[in-house]
């Protein structure tokens, strides 16, 4: 997959975690700032299973994109995933902004709540990167460049490095197919 991922904050704590554990990583961009200032193909929400975009950062992209984006979303959502999208599921949809065509949701959550400590922001992050994947290979205009903030670090309470080392190990595993595969169950608990 030949996609650049700009990972962007405007906490600093988060741009400097992401900063070191994607040191040395050509196709990941950190920088910190508005989300909105970089340019994309696409940009990841984080949202919640039922697609609401009235809080943390989908609350700048309701904004941003228009209340008519969180329906289609959640229409999507009621069409194609009986009704929820799951944590460790993604979908594209299109947008109708000329800058960032499209928005990849990804929840980090089944509803707003503390998953501090569990495995979401690497749940979400592979599913955006699998869906990306995906949505390239069967169509003609491919996601090049996508936007992605913090996973789960706001309402989700993550902290910046567990966010950080997370998303790095579902980069590993979807781009550079460095398996995450265990040998048996007890290693699976240990893996991340």
Same mark, same amino acid.
Request: with cysteine; net charge positive.
């Given at each position: 997959m030949n996609?650049?991922?700009?990972?962007?904050?405007?906490s600093k704590e988060i741009v400097d975690a992401w900063a070191t554990v994607f040191n040395g990583y050509s196709d990941v961009e950190v920088s910190c700032g508005n989300i909105f200032d970089a340019?994309?193909?696409?940009?990841v929400s984080p949202a919640n299973s039922?697609?609401?975009?009235?809080? #943390?950062? +989908? %609350?700048?992209?309701?904004?941003?994109? #228009?209340? +008519? %984006?969180?329906?289609?979303?959640?229409?999507t959502i009621q069409k194609d995933?009986?009704?929820?999208l799951p944590v460790g599921s993604a979908l594209v949809i299109k947008t109708k902004n000329k800058d960032v065509k499209y928005l990849i949701s990804a929840p980090t959550m089944r509803l707003p709540e503390d998953v501090s400590k569990t495995i979401n922001a690497y749940l979400a992050f592979r599913a955006a990167l699998i869906e990306i994947n995906k949505f390239n290979k069967d169509n003609e205009n491919t996601i090049?460049?996508?936007?992605?903030?913090?996973l789960g670090t706001l309402t989700g309470l993550i902290s910046p490095m567990s966010c950080a080392t997370q998303m790095k190990k579902a980069y590993d595993s979807v781009i550079r197919r460095i398996p995450l595969f265990p040998r048996n169950l007890a290693e699976a608990d240990t893996i991340l």
């Open positions: 996609v650049k991922i700009l990972l962007r904050d405007l340019k994309a193909d696409a940009i039922f697609g609401f975009m009235d809080g #943390g950062i +989908d %609350l700048v992209y309701s904004h941003y994109f #228009g209340w +008519d %984006l969180q329906k289609k979303l959640q229409k995933y009986y009704g929820e090049k460049k996508v936007l992605c903030p913090g």
